[in-house]
């Protein structure tokens, strides 16, 4: 398989995680109708194109609490939304990420919406989350990737994502050789409780050499992002571009504003 194009060129490798607000069906306070959710996400999909951000992935972030399988509507709602991105800027690297844990969904979503790549949070292992246990599902991401034909979408797995806790943690390197090597990820994301932590697992796992790319997960800013990219091969960011952080209605419906893109980019681009 060929490196996915934001790791084979000049530019840096940042991919933009674009946090969907809470759908009508989630049951959420904050839920917004859909053509308000399409608006929004298209308006920051063209700023962070314009930014030259080279690679976005769309999550159904707003709907928590989250469903411990994925519902009907998130696959409809991400589907949806997916492919008015993908119409609006065909050149953009293009991925998807669900929040509830599984390994068919995103990867059908991807073939049909012409994503290059999808997150998967707990890949191999098990991980206790707050919404139950949470088994890795390398076997069956790979082995339905296969049956449907989407050898070209890649597979960015997630070792030992903040959100929860691995159930008999191993080594750091260990569990990342299961994602690689066993589990043939395309790509190993790492996020610690703060960025230093981050920074020495992103190192501890360079020094393995795995020969996939590393990503940083999340903490980047306009302020470390050129660090990080002297150690990781791309970084995922998203609160970076808002005003507003956190879990609140107001932060979930903060939109990207450019400016702070546009910054994040110039940063970034002083790592090369």
Request: proline share 7%; aromatic share 6%.
């Amino acid at each position: 398989m060929k490196p996915l194009p934001i790791f084979d060129g000049d530019q840096p490798a940042v991919i933009a995680a674009l946090h969907l607000p809470p759908t009508p069906a989630s049951q959420h306070p904050g839920a917004q109708p859909m053509d308000k959710i399409l608006s929004m996400a298209l308006k920051n999909a063209e700023k962070a194109v314009k930014a030259g951000v080279p690679a976005l992935y769309i999550q159904d972030l707003g709907d928590f609490p989250i469903a411990p399988t994925p519902q009907p509507h998130s696959v409809a709602v991400l589907s949806v939304v997916g492919a008015a991105i993908r119409r609006e800027f065909p050149s953009l690297v293009l991925g998807v990420c669900m929040m509830s844990h599984a390994a068919k969904e995103p990867l059908a979503i991807a073939q049909a919406i012409g994503a290059q790549f999808v997150r998967i949070k707990v890949y191999v292992g098990t991980m206790v989350k707050a919404e139950g246990l949470i088994e890795g599902c390398a076997y069956e991401a790979i082995q339905y990737r296969a049956h449907i034909k989407a050898d070209d979408i890649h597979i960015l797995a997630d070792v030992y994502d903040r959100t929860g806790q691995p159930l008999g943690r191993l080594p750091l390197v260990d569990e990342a050789r299961w994602a690689a090597v066993f589990g043939r990820a395309d790509g190993l994301i790492l996020t610690g409780l703060s960025f230093d932590e981050s920074m020495e697992m992103l190192r501890s796992v360079r020094n393995a050499e795995f020969k996939v790319p590393l990503l940083l997960g999340g903490g980047a800013t306009a302020e470390n992002v050129a660090d990080v990219l002297q150690v990781a091969d791309g970084v995922i960011v998203s609160s970076a571009f808002k005003s507003v952080s956190g879990w609140t209605k107001e932060a979930v419906l903060d939109e990207w504003a450019f400016d702070r893109i546009e910054a994040f980019m110039t940063a970034a681009k002083t790592s090369r």
